[in-house]
């Protein structure tokens, strides 16, 4: 099992920057691949990004494609997503995921989760 906290939402202005980090408890962090997702008030939670257990492959939402980078550093536990160029769409929760199996873009295929941290941008 793994537990997941998100950190580093906040607010911005739209076009600018912003780094979320997501540290993950135990030893066996390198073995998940992992994802972020972001839901916005009356939508139904969206695949962001995600990433392989190396850290070789990425995978990224249209809608962020160019914008977002994902990357993980296995010796210490995290993942991150730095966002560019943010715009008022951006808006959500955004949520990191583990999953035990090959990385997927839907929530069913993620086993854990963090607890959500909030991204507003304004215009």
């Known amino acids: 099992q793994v537990q997941l906290v998100e950190s580093g939402g906040g607010l911005v202005q739209a076009g600018g920057s912003l780094r979320l980090s997501c540290a993950a408890s135990g030893r066996t962090f390198s073995t998940y691949v992992m994802g972020w997702f972001r839901q916005a008030p009356g939508k139904e939670r969206e695949f962001v990004a995600a990433?392989?257990?190396?850290?070789?492959?990425?995978y990224y939402a249209d809608s962020v494609k160019g914008r977002f980078t994902i990357s993980r550093d296995n010796a210490k536990n995290t993942m991150y997503l730095q966002m560019n160029r943010l715009k008022p769409e951006d808006t959500a929760v955004y949520y990191c995921?583990?999953?035990?199996?090959?990385?997927?873009?839907?929530?069913?295929?993620?086993?854990?989760w963090g607890q959500g941290t909030q991204v507003t941008v304004s215009s």
């Open positions: 990433i392989s257990r190396a850290g070789v492959s990425t």
């Open positions: 995921a583990a999953s035990r199996a090959n990385y997927g873009t839907t929530p069913t295929e993620y086993d854990y």
